[in-house]
């Protein structure tokens, strides 16, 4: 006689463990393999450095009045839009969880970045450096009691992806 033949539709002898039970434990295996593949694409997405067009970097001159040294944006158009969209992106895979998906920060994690006079008050390069180093805990100017990671814990990041946080940040101000 044929196992696989059943003529009257019930499951043929394939569809069962040893036991007879059928094969139900490989539905929920089957779904947490697809969201663990979800999920792990969906980080790597977000951490993936953007590629495509290239921003004009911002460039330093003097301030007028025989000031400091200023930071011009690129070339004030598409570029620096380009820029700080893709910052903005990096800053939803990196920035969020301690400042926040609005940036005005997490209490006890990270500064509130819409409003801020330290960004306000730092070259784009200067701010560039201080994300790449990040702020240790012991550091006197930390004032939450929580280190910033250099790169904001994201060490994939390059320093055109921080250059373009930085045009994002620059948007919030």
């Not at 330290?118 to 701010?127: A, P, R, V």
């Amino acid at each position: 006689m044929n196992d696989s033949v059943n003529p009257e539709g019930a499951a043929s002898p394939a569809d069962h463990d040893d036991d007879g039970s059928p094969v139900l434990w490989l539905v929920p295996l089957l779904i947490a393999v697809a969201v663990i593949a979800l999920a792990w694409g969906a980080v790597a997405a977000a951490n993936r450095s953007p590629s495509g067009s290239v921003a004009v970097p911002p460039t330093t001159t003097s301030a007028p009045g025989g000031g400091g040294p200023t930071t011009v944006p690129g070339d004030g158009g598409a570029g620096d839009g380009e820029a700080a969209a893709r910052g903005e992106e990096i800053y939803k895979g990196t920035c969020v969880a301690c400042h926040g998906p609005d940036a005005t920060g997490i209490p006890g994690l990270g500064k509130d970045l819409t409003n801020s006079e330290f960004i306000q008050g730092l070259t784009d390069e200067e701010l560039v450096a201080f994300i790449e180093t990040g702020r240790p805990v012991d550091d006197p100017a930390n004032t939450t009691g929580v280190a910033m990671p250099p790169k904001g814990g994201n060490p994939s990041l390059s320093d055109q992806d921080i250059a373009d946080v930085v045009a994002f940040l620059r948007t919030l101000q």
